[in-house]
């Protein structure tokens, strides 16, 4: 997506703090006014989960400016309102959907690689693994689909 973006003339800077908080959003486009916010997530995927990951992002990001969190569920669902990321950069649908191909995918995949690492671990008997951090899974997320 941020590859995208760039070939279409789009300044982006990616998992970069942007103001003194030192929230770090996946992807902030700096070529558009107001800057736009877009910050990956991997959720539940079931419409309630799927907007309620949504409602988290905006609320997050909401006092920088112009979010649009992309929120893939975890079996490949998609939100209908990841589209409006498409029409804010100007990326044509065929690009688009292919993007959003490659993101579902990967998100099952990923779903598929913790379902298979947590069974092979209990397997062992040993003590549950640590959960990992969102902004760490977020971010892995956004690198891959790039």
Do not use: C, F
């Not at 990967?106 to 690689?113: D, N, P, S, V, Y």
């Amino acid at each position: 997506m941020v590859t995208e973006a760039e070939a279409l003339g789009h300044s982006n800077s990616v998992n970069r703090a942007i103001d003194s908080t030192g929230m770090r959003p996946d992807v902030v486009v700096t070529s558009t006014n107001p800057a736009i916010i877009i910050d990956v997530t991997m959720a539940l995927s079931s419409a309630k989960g799927l907007e309620m990951a949504r409602d988290k992002k905006i609320e997050k990001y909401k006092h920088l400016g112009n979010e649009l969190p992309l929120v893939v569920g975890s079996l490949g669902s998609w939100l209908p309102s990841n589209d409006a990321i498409s029409l804010a950069l100007g990326i044509p649908g065929r690009r688009w959907n292919n993007i959003k191909r490659k993101m579902k995918l990967l998100a099952i995949h990923e779903t598929t690689r913790i379902i298979a690492k947590h069974l092979a671990y209990q397997t062992e008997g040993s003590d549950p693994l640590p959960e990992e951090d969102e902004e760490t899974e977020d971010i892995g997320l956004l690198q891959h689909s790039l």
